[in-house]
Structures are given as structure tokens and as C-alpha cells.
């Protein structure tokens, strides 16, 4: 079929912690609509650092060239970002992974509902994990101005009735996370399947005021977990 020109800004060629149950690739798509402070990758975010790396980007014929080379080696591929439901074309491009025999996991932050639906519908995704980044209402103040509140509704619902399987996640900061944003999470994600929370740890991040910020102790992550531990079927503590 013709190429969409869909591109990836970096490839991992192997991770056993990415997908779980499979050994698996990664593919980082360029571009994301969100501007968490803390996020670790500004280099796949902000225009002006995509601009500087545009030329270096990897095509979808190498991408498919580079799994035809692992069939047997490799069972999945995650399609993380930025944020992957951006990029057009994405669909077109994991129906041709697909066809090769590879499992999908998405990773995204659930602002495009619309297209994680068609997604679910046509049975091209095995497992979704979503970002949930705080309460509702602190939402704009974390990732910026353009989030809609119902998108994240809708897209935890969709996950939640349609996935094959999936996790919701957090990356918890103490500055921003503390019972109310807990609280206001569990409102959302209350009977989910899996539920990850990582610490976050200071070092390169999109906001420099970030870097200033404390990573959460021992004592505040079992706070954290304890909120969550009896309302979700597994939960995860990634320190």
C-alpha cells in the first residue's frame, strides 16, 4: 500500500517493561497538544525542538523494514509520544504492523476520544495505557489551556468498556498531588483494572521549574497508594 508518511521521532528497539506480557519496541511520534511541566521528552513537544530534529526523523518504511527484521524476535510495538493520536495516518500505519503479526499497545493522554474510538472499534489496539494527570479540575493547570475535560471523561470511558486490556497511570508530584487531586482521580478511575503510580524524579523537564520540584518519599507514596489500593483491581507502584 502507498506510504502515509507518518514518521517517528526516536525508536527503543527493546523493552520487557513497556508492554506488559510481551517483548516489545517502542515508536515515539513527534508532536503533542498537551505541555505537562514535568514531562521528561520536550524534545518530542515543543515545536521549536521538533523543528531541530525534523531531519533526522525515521519514515514508515524504515519503521516496517526495522519489524519485518524481528518477526519472531519481537510480539509487540508500543506506539508512545508525544502524543500518537496527533500524527495522521496513524490507523493506516498500525493496520500494516498488524498485518505483520505484531500486538499494539498505545500509550496517549486521551485527549482525542474520537479517534481512540474508531481505533477500539476496528479492533486495532490489544492494550491502551492512559495518562491521568491529576483532578479534573486542576487539568489546565498542569497541561495547559487546550484540555477538555470531557475528553478525558469520555476516553476513560471508552478504555475502560472497550480495551482488550489497559492501565491508567499517574505520575505523582507532590507539589501538585496531594488528597483532593488523589480523590478527584479515583473519582475517574474508580473499579479500573490497573492503576500505575510512578514517582516523579527531577531532571530534564519542559517547564525548568520542575527540576526544582521534590520527588515524592517513601511515606507519600504509600499515602498515595492507600487512597487507591481497595478501589482498583491491580495496582502498580513504580518508584
Known amino acids: 500500500m502507498p506510504k502515509s508518511g507518518l514518521k517517528a521521532s526516536g525508536v527503543q528497539p527493546f523493552t520487557l517493561l513497556d508492554f506488559p506480557g510481551k517483548i516489545a519496541c517502542i515508536f515515539f511520534l513527534p ?3 498537551f505541555r505537562c511541566g514535568y514531562c521528561h521528552n520536550p524534545e518530542f513537544v515543543l515545536p521549536e525542538q521538533l523543528a531541530k530534529t525534523a531531519d533526522s526523523w525515521i519514515p514508515e518504511d524504515a519503521l516496517l523494514s526495522f519489524l519485518r527484521q524481528r518477526r519472531g524476535l519481537l510480539e509487540g510495538v508500543v506506539i508512545s509520544g508525544g502524543e500518537p493520536t496527533i500524527p495522521p495516518h496513524l490507523k493506516a500505519f498500525i493496520r500494516e504492523i498488524r ?5 499494539i499497545k498505545l500509550d496517549t493522554n486521551g ?3 474520537d479517534i481512540l474510538s474508531t481505533m477500539l472499534k476496528e479492533e486495532l489496539l490489544d492494550y491502551v495505557a492512559m495518562d491521568v494527570k491529576t483532578s479534573l479540575q486542576r487539568y489546565p493547570e498542569l497541561v495547559g489551556p487546550c484540555v477538555k475535560p470531557e475528553a478525558i471523561l469520555e476516553s476513560v470511558r471508552l478504555i475502560r468498556d472497550n480495551a482488550p486490556d489497559y492501565e491508567f497511570r499517574t505520575t505523582l508530584i507532590p507539589e501538585m498531588h496531594d488528597m483532593p487531586e488523589w480523590q478527584g482521580i479515583l473519582d475517574l478511575i474508580r473499579g479500573a483494572r490497573r492503576y500505575t503510580i510512578q514517582a516523579f524524579r527531577p531532571a530534564v523537564t519542559l517547564d525548568p521549574k520542575f527540576t526544582a520540584y521534590t520527588p515524592p518519599d517513601r511515606a507519600y507514596v504509600a499515602r498515595a497508594a492507600k487512597v487507591f489500593q481497595n478501589e482498583v483491581k491491580e495496582l502498580i507502584i513504580l518508584n
Open 31 to 33: 508532536g503533542c497538544n
Open 99 to 103: 498485518r505483520m503479526g505484531f500486538r
Open 111 to 113: 485527549s482525542q476520544p
